[in-house]
């Protein structure tokens, strides 16, 4: 992990960036509502860690309607229209960038050497909708997102060829490192020989994250390691 290596950070949003209130859920449930009249599409499964495009197959299968790239871009499309309104009623304190983490974004982004971006599941307008809320969604110049690919670990190495791309360097020269609060995200990094920095401010505990395989792990990141940690000792 030298310090003089070129780094590329990819930070997860939902339960790492920021909590939402429950907006993305709500905005989910209101499109399976609108399009095929069950608000309860979404009821049997867990979301944590899916990407936009498989949460919307997995309903769409749970409900019995075919899984068409069609019906899930329409899913998608009715999801991102009620996604922007949902964040607008959420109150200030239930929506928020979790402790530690903006200054973290900064303070990486001020360093040589550093390409700071986003690997999500979130497709890329619903992450922009989500971040722009908490003013932070310029600070990512790049990602891998959930209209990237389905599947997590593919489009956490788009998002990590992005930010070796925006460093000058190939990807294999680079100290990748995953940010996120859930084993799917502990998983994506091990799919591309990354590290990864677990949060225990989504679903998960720091331990558990741990256990999944996390290089290392935190309750949030105002601990006083998480942040020299993210850096590498530069």
Request: charged share 25%.
């Amino acid at each position: 992990m030298g310090a003089m290596r070129p780094t590329v950070l990819l930070f997860d949003i939902d339960g790492t960036l920021v909590t939402t209130g429950g907006a993305g859920r709500r905005a989910m449930d209101r499109a399976f509502e609108q399009l095929h009249g069950r608000r309860d599409a979404c009821d049997s499964f867990h979301m944590s860690g899916m990407t936009d495009r498989a949460i919307v197959r997995t309903a769409l299968r749970i409900i019995g309607v075919e899984d068409t790239d069609a019906a899930i871009d329409a899913g998608i499309a009715a999801y991102l229209a009620h996604l922007a309104d949902e964040i607008q009623k959420v109150e200030a304190p239930r929506y928020r960038v979790f402790p530690g983490m903006r200054e973290a974004v900064l303070e990486a982004r001020s360093r040589p050497g550093f390409a700071v971006g986003l690997g999500t599941g979130n497709v890329r307008d619903g992450a922009r909708l989500k971040l722009e809320r908490v003013a932070i969604h310029d600070q990512f110049a790049f990602g891998g997102f959930g209209c990237d690919h389905e599947n997590r670990v593919e489009l956490i190495r788009r998002g990590a060829e992005a930010g070796a791309a925006t460093l000058g360097v190939p990807r294999e020269q680079c100290r990748v490192v995953v940010i996120g609060d859930t084993p799917k995200d502990v998983d994506a990094a091990i799919g591309i020989g990354a590290e990864c920095i677990g949060v225990g401010t989504g679903t998960f505990t720091a331990e558990a994250l741990l256990q999944a395989g996390a290089h290392a792990a935190f309750p949030d990141f105002s601990h006083r390691e998480a942040l020299p940690t993210l850096l590498g000792g530069s």
